[in-house]
């Protein structure tokens, strides 16, 4: 697997006509402004999201409105990176 999401590799399956009305780029927004990223491109949220891994799910479980039997309180111990996570 390629590090860079922006690789070549593989031809571009498809592509949204309209992108900016999908809840990924609603998403993508919310997140650029809260915690001031600079760029829009999806390799923009990417890197941010292996750099911010805590910050980054803790976004994604308040901006899907998850519910659970308990109330959210952190993601992770520390901030972790995505190679220190066991598979």
């Known amino acids: 697997m390629a590090d860079d999401p922006q690789s070549n590799d593989s031809p ?3 592509r949204h006509s309209h992108p900016e009305k999908t809840q990924l780029y609603a998403f993508q927004q919310h997140v650029r402004q809260k915690h001031s990223i600079t760029g829009d491109s999806y390799h923009d949220l990417w890197q941010w999201s292996v750099d911010h891994p805590a910050a980054f799910w803790e976004e994604i479980w308040h901006f899907t409105g998850i519910k659970a ?3 959210y309180d952190k993601v992770s111990e520390g901030n972790l ?3 220190d996570i066991p598979s």
């Open 81 to 83: 990176s995505c190679s």
């Open 12 to 14: 571009e399956l498809w």
């Open 69 to 71: 039997r308990t109330p």
